[in-house]
């Protein structure tokens, strides 16, 4: 349950998917943006591609209302369009039929929103480089990407591909998303660069990353054969960027690819560009903020050690390009998809280097950072996401699935099957509860409801009564009935399965001193009477 929240008419407008929306299925976007980093402003358009989902005359595409819509083409003609707060509707002068592939063009300019505190406060970010060179960059999850593009701003629907013309000063470059195809001369001082995208891409991953860079290139030999890999960073980094990006690259793309299935986009290519904020998912084009470090910016998240063995940044951004850019959530709700595998992910990184218990310790190390606040599950329709604990506490629901499915390689095959069913898809919570469900033979159903839908964790209650042990749950989930490990101390762990009313349970010996569950691989609340 949520706590009662209010919603305003902008976060509708945002987060709803009404038949202004749905009746287009976007294609293609040409985006083509100049950068004024001295005014600060933007200016350029984007071609929309789509295919008519069924008769429309009318559609919405977002814009923030800070930029200004110039003018919108199509067919040689402009179309009319009116703005309620960060929505265009636009009017088409006459009925676009289902079925039909058509396209408009959206000319805008103005200065966009400055990212405060990217990458969490979106916008974006200009900065400076320490030799005082211009360093822009882009980060817009959440807050969404029409803060500076124009663009059907909802997760659910994403372009087959995608062409970025940005045009910088020069003497810089830009580093967007994909491969770059041209770098030509835009006159006034001015170079294009034409980066294009052969995948399908989320609006947020679009990035703008300008600088003053140096690039080498790589190749790493994967799964589906030769994957290149591109490095951009500062000049003045490059040395460490190496040594750095050596040690975390490879070894994190092997295991991914063998927990997850292979890299989702070969066509694209996997980069590293430096920016001056810590980091953020872009989609083959992973922004890279953490400074050449070990660690989240230095630190343990897990407290643990094993947090210290590798680049935070570098481990968790690449794992959303399997969970978050290859299985992207339909509704920020389910933001908890991205979050809480890729916070898993980190540990299965550190299973590959050290072995499955150094990974289970550090997914239990992150339970201090747990706050049990709201949710990890936030609401749909209103663009919201759940709590923080969409993180430690997914990372740990999902480390507790794989003991309760206790069969590695039938987890391993699920992880990579989600991957492969979903590929280049967007979904929903259920669309992966009820895989998990199909193929572990286990409905789990009411472990994720309880742990997705409601901020306390379930405790179970144990009481002994004249050499028997009973058992119940006590949680929010009517009839919640997750399996759990129970032994008597120095004995093997055997599974019990309870349910919310209290029943006998099989453990020979068991006494209220020598009772033990798997409080390592189980999050949950203990109540001995
Ligand atoms: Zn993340």
């Not at 976007?26 to 985006?31: D, E, G, P, T």
């Not at 050290?354 to 949710?375: C, F, M, S, W």
């Not at 009481?463 to 032994?487: N, Q, S």
Request: charged fraction near 25%.
């Amino acid at each position: 349950m949520a706590d009662k929240e209010t919603f305003t008419r902008a976060d509708s407008l945002r987060g709803n998917l009404t038949d202004l929306r749905t009746c287009y299925d976007i294609r293609y976007y040409h985006l083509d943006v100049k950068l004024d980093i001295g005014k600060k402003f933007i200016s350029g358009s984007n071609v929309f591609e789509f295919t008519a989902t069924r008769d429309f005359n009318r559609l919405q595409f977002d814009l923030f209302d800070n930029l200004k819509v110039e003018k919108i083409e199509y067919n040689g003609t402009e179309l009319q369009f009116t703005r309620e707060f960060n929505a265009v509707f636009v009017s088409f002068p006459n009925t676009v039929k289902q079925g039909q592939r058509d396209r408009f063009k959206v000319f805008y300019s103005g200065k966009p929103v400055e990212a405060k505190n990217a990458p969490w406060d979106g916008g974006v970010m200009f900065s400076k480089d320490d030799s005082g060179k211009p360093w822009v960059a882009t980060a817009c999850q959440g807050v969404g990407a029409s803060i500076w593009w124009p663009n059907k701003d909802h997760q659910s629907d994403e372009v087959d591909s995608m062409l970025i013309s940005v045009t910088v000063p020069e003497g810089l470059q830009d580093v967007s998303n994909g491969r770059l195809r041209k770098v030509s001369p835009a006159g006034n001082g001015y170079t294009r660069y034409d980066w294009f995208v052969a995948n399908p891409i989320n609006n947020y991953c679009v990035s703008l990353n300008i600088g003053d860079y140096d690039h080498w290139g790589e190749a790493f030999d994967g799964e589906k054969g030769k994957l290149d890999l591109d490095f951009w960073v500062l000049k003045a980094n490059r040395k460490k960027a190496e040594k750095q990006f050596a040690a975390n690259v490879k070894p994190m793309l092997k295991a991914f690819e063998y927990w997850f299935g292979p890299y989702p986009f070969y066509e694209d290519g996997y980069k590293l560009v430096e920016t001056p904020h810590l980091g953020m998912e872009h989609q083959s084009a992973v922004a890279y903020g953490n400074k050449f470090q070990n660690g989240y910016m230095g630190r343990d998240l897990s407290g643990t050690g094993w947090g210290l063995k590798w680049d935070f940044i570098v481990v968790h951004e690449s794992g959303h390009e399997w969970f978050g850019n290859n299985i992207t959530s339909k509704d920020l709700a389910d933001m908890w998809i991205h979050e809480s595998f890729t916070n898993y992910s980190e540990s299965l990184f550190i299973e590959s280097l050290y072995g499955k218990k150094a990974g289970q310790e550090y997914v239990h190390g992150t339970r201090g950072a747990i706050l049990n606040d709201k949710p990890v599950q936030g609401i749909y329709n209103v663009n919201k996401e759940g709590s923080g604990d969409m993180y430690y506490k997914g990372g740990n629901l999902l480390n507790m699935i794989r003991t309760i499915i206790n069969d590695d390689t039938k987890w391993r095959h699920i992880l990579r099957g989600l991957n492969k069913t979903f590929y280049h898809r967007t979904v929903d919570a259920t669309d992966i509860i009820s895989y998990i469900n199909g193929q572990s033979g286990i409905d789990l159903s009411k472990v994720f409801g309880q742990y997705l839908k409601f901020k306390n964790i379930p405790t179970l209650e144990v009481k002994f009564e004249k050499g028997k042990t009973f058992c119940r749950w006590i949680a929010d989930v009517d009839d919640f009935d997750m399996p759990v490990r129970l032994r008597v101390k120095g004995g093997e762990y055997q599974f019990v399965k309870p349910s919310t009313s209290f029943a006998e349970i099989a453990l020979p010996g068991a006494t209220k001193e020598n009772f033990e569950v798997d409080s390592f691989n189980y999050y949950i609340g203990l109540l001995l009477e």
